[in-house]
């Protein structure tokens, strides 16, 4: 999943392999991460 930076819309796939955003044409997407912040110790 992918975020437009500028219209800010969630983006579920990629058209035809181009990196566009299909609602406003904006080609800079920032791929979206989790929300879980993963925690390891270190030895």
């Known amino acids: 999943m992918y975020k437009c930076l500028r219209c800010k819309k969630i983006v ?4 035809e392999g181009r990196v566009m955003c299909p609602y406003c044409g904006y080609r800079i997407l920032l791929k979206v991460r989790p929300e879980i912040v993963k925690r390891v110790q270190a030895r």
């Open 12 to 15: 579920s796939e990629l058209i």
